[in-house]
């Protein structure tokens, strides 16, 4: 099946993009009605009027130059109404901004996320105890019914839900990027920099993403795989492991 939307949301972050692109929908279509509106009317005035007599339009009313030249209130609500449109905008997505770079409260552990040609490494820091492991695509010939190809991971990265998680992000080689589209997620992993963001999740399950930057020959191979469960079942995988 095609997807003719967005995955659904994991993060009050993805809710709050999904609320602004639907803010701004609605003033999409009302302008592009009214710009079809008014076109309709321009040309039907035009072929009405350049006919004879017996197709003479309605005269319900009548487009003139003194209508839209040099008319005050035409000039105003052209020019106060943008306005109001655009200050409606900017002040959700200003808000989103800030939403998306800061979050308030305190990390319960860190993730590192090494990008490598072509796979991905994760550092847990918890306490006092850290894991490390790699991350590799899953070989089509051991993937099991209802597995998805070329998403599928042989070590997926476990992240409890309703916990703060302080993620790092880098590369060893050339620019990856570390993307996960259900949490509304994309950040450049790029060598000789760490770039951070924080993991939120509010509900349970396995969550896919990919690398999102042209990195080599082999860059359609580095799948990204996220499992969300209760902190209970993640402090018993991580002491497990």
């Known amino acids: 099946m095609f997807a003719l939307g967005v995955q659904s949301p994991t993060s009050h972050v993805l809710m709050a993009f999904l609320e602004l692109y639907v803010h701004i ?35 319900v009313f009548q487009l003139s130059a003194s209508y839209v030249v040099h008319c005050n209130w035409v ?22 901004i800030y939403l998306v770079d800061e979050f308030f409260g305190t990390p319960v552990f860190s993730l590192k996320i090494i990008g490598h040609q072509w796979y991905w490494s994760y550092e847990y820091v918890f306490g006092d105890k850290t894991l490390s492991f790699d991350s590799y695509i899953e070989s089509e010939e051991s993937l099991k019914k209802g597995e998805l190809r070329l998403l599928e991971v042989d070590r997926t990265v476990v992240i409890p839900r309703d916990v703060i998680v302080r993620v790092y992000v880098t590369s060893d080689d050339v620019i990856h990027s570390w993307a996960l589209p259900s949490h509304g997620l994309k950040m450049d992993a790029i060598p000789g920099r ?7 999740f509010n509900v349970k399950g396995t969550f896919y993403g990919q690398c999102s930057e042209l990195c080599g020959v082999n860059h359609g191979f580095m799948p990204i795989a996220v499992h969300v469960v209760d902190l209970k079942k993640f402090i018993k995988w991580f002491n497990k492991c």
């Open 194 to 200: 760490l770039n951070q963001f924080v993991f939120f």
């Open 75 to 96: 000039e105003l609500v052209w020019t106060i109404l943008p306005m109001f449109i655009l200050l409606s905008i900017a002040v959700p997505s200003f808000s989103l």
């Open 25 to 59: 929908n609605w003033y999409s279509f009302t302008i592009v009605g009214f710009v079809f509106m008014a076109i309709w009317l321009i040309m039907e005035h035009f072929f009405f009027y350049r006919a004879p007599k017996p197709y003479s339009p309605r005269r």
